[in-house]
């Protein structure tokens, strides 16, 4: 091409300039396959985003990564449970004679967030020392005498309209004292297999191996009822 002849060499996103001769035609070319290039690294790119989303779906934690949302969104609707009512419909009953068992806040009502139990006619006496791996446990004492309750190394005694929380990976143990038989609440967060147990010890006895399956230790024996 002669020193006359131009042409006009187009610079991406800079605009356009203008060049002479067989310098331009080179420059433009050059250019050409440096867009080429970072086009092809960009679609790179974008197929490796995809693929590690792809793949993010067959780990472990994926369950987590995908309901996020839906963990942290409440099920949009109001769960009504009547008084002495049980949310499943089913009668739940506790390891001894004429307690029972209601459970008025189910594992899927909260996203496995809460769980919640109403514990009616409780007798004297209570379960064995026992700590939760990944719940705090909620107890509130609707009527009655009094609920004696050792968390760790503290014990409480509660009357109607006391509560407390004993933390997880917290040894805790308590005991109903009274001749009227007591109502109280216990509610479990995060629920956990808490449901999963308490169904299972209405139907059957449950050991120390059953409860470890479900996400708790048993650690000593209940509560000397006759020395508190």
Sequence with gaps: MSGGVRAICSLSTMGATLCAGQQCVEL??????VSRARSSISAMRSVERRNFLKGAVALPFALQLRSFAEVASPLGKPVFVAAGADATGT?????????????KVLTKDTQAGFF???????????????????????????????????????????????????????????????????RMLMGFTPAGQMEDFFTLSSKQPVDAKIAEAHGMKWMGPPLDVSKL
Aim: proline content about 8%; overall charge negative; charged content about 25%.
């Design 91 to 103: 009668e739940h009953h506790g390891p001894r004679a004429g307690t029972h068992l209601d459970f």
């Design 116 to 182: 919640l139990i109403e514990h009616r006619n409780v007798p004297q006496g209570g379960p064995v020392r026992h700590l939760h791996y990944a719940q705090e446990e909620w107890f509130y004492l609707i009527e009655g005498n009094k609920l004696v309750i050792e968390v760790g190394d503290e014990r409480f005694m509660l009357r109607p309209g006391d509560s407390i929380l004993a933390p997880r990976n917290v040894p805790h143990v308590w005991a109903y004292i009274g001749e009227k038989p007591g």
């Design 28 to 33: 433009c070319a050059l250019r050409v396959q």
